[in-house]
């Protein structure tokens, strides 16, 4: 027998997982109509009819993971393997930016998001999220420091994930600002620790809120629990590589890696419990059920989920005049497929899919609006590119 508690009165119940239930009662996992239907009705769209152009602004990058859009068309972009690289001026600056932090290099950790500051034309202020520490301790950190031009000055810890762990995987990593300019950030379960995911007394497979200088928000759901972090934001994630905050509809969006299939698209409020591992659509990469559950009362379900997994890595909600039959709809870029998906939203509903760039053929790791309304796609591949897709005149 299992048990998952859930705590301080604000969200009580105990969910009980046992073998009598996975040999009567329950059957296979079923996996939704609907989901079946969206992923078997995607249609590849080909360079030669598209409404769009895809162009190289830089290449030469090692695994780049992250990009930022700074004032005046300039753009920050972060490569695993340790560095930050400045676009200015339309080419690659030859040099890395100087005086990043190290970062612990293993796997799927290194230097991950950078975001900046919601008032970075008065700060500059960047702020970057890193693996940190060794084989046997190592954990999420995330950074802020003011980007001078070609340096990062003040260099200081924002937040760090508790406990440590000894496994190179799952770190999340993304982060968005909210409105009142306090910073989320996405925690992954460490891979060895999905259980964990459902215990609030450590960071494992949470959502975190912290203030833009590190601090714990008053208003945070848990801040007055004894038995969570007051970081915590909501519980129950798995490996969350995409997080993003809609402004107009005044909501949070976020994408996590499932298993074998399970992939989601979710909505994030305070305080909810997203499930993993209690409950879940994907299987184990040994085959085996993670669990008899595929959704379970408390905990809440995706707007959408993918079976098989792509692989989602980086995400976007489309705001801008380039593509405005597109507006308000979220792209997610696949790692698996090697394209990006335009999930079509009623509001907050998923109400079908769409493949776009499949003729980049190579692994995307995120996918962002610019600005001017353009969008810029990371690709990783063994010659790393940033590739901006504008509408074809």
Known sequence: ???????????????MLTMSLMVAGVG?????KAAAQDNASQADVSADN????????????????GIAFLPKGDMLVTELDGRLRLIS????????????????????????????????????????????GTPE????????????????????????????????????????????????????????????????????????????????????????S??????????????????TYDALRDVVFETEHGAQGGDELNLIEPAKNYGW?????????????ISPFTEYEGLEQPLTYWVPSIGPSGMTVYRGQAFPEWDGDILVSSLIFKHVVRIEMDGLKAVSQEILFAEIGERVRDVRTAPDGSIYVLVEGENGRVLKVSPRN
């Open 1 to 15: 027998m299992v048990q998952f508690s859930r705590f301080s009165g604000k969200l009580s119940f105990t969910l």
């Open 28 to 32: 296979p996992l079923g996996f939704s």
């Open 50 to 65: 598209a409404n769009y152009v895809i162009e190289t602004v830089a290449e030469g990058l090692v695994l780049p993971w």
């Open 89 to 132: 001026n339309g080419a690659l600056v030859n040099d890395a930016v100087a005086n990043v932090p190290e970062v612990y290099r293993a796997s799927q950790g290194g230097l991950m998001d950078v975001v900046i500051h919601p008032d970075y034309e008065s700060n500059q202020l960047v702020y970057l999220s890193l693996a940190v």
């Open 137 to 224: 301790s190592n954990a999420l950190r995330v950074i802020r420091a003011r980007f001078t031009g070609d340096s990062l000055e003040n260099v200081q810890t924002v937040f760090e994930a508790a406990p440590r762990k000894n496994t190179p995987v799952h770190y999340g990593g993304r982060m968005t600002f909210l409105a009142d300019k306090t910073l989320l950030i996405t925690v992954g379960d460490g891979f060895d620790y999905r259980e964990e995911a459902q215990n609030p007394s450590n960071h494992f497979g949470s959502i975190v809120r912290v203030t833009d200088d590190g601090k714990v928000p008053a208003d945070n759901p848990f801040v007055d």
């Open 226 to 243: 004894d038995t969570a972090q007051p970081e915590i934001w909501s519980i129950g994630h798995r490996n969350q590589q995409s997080i």
């Open 277 to 289: 591992p209690a409950i879940s659509w994907g299987l184990d990469y040994s085959g085996g059920r």
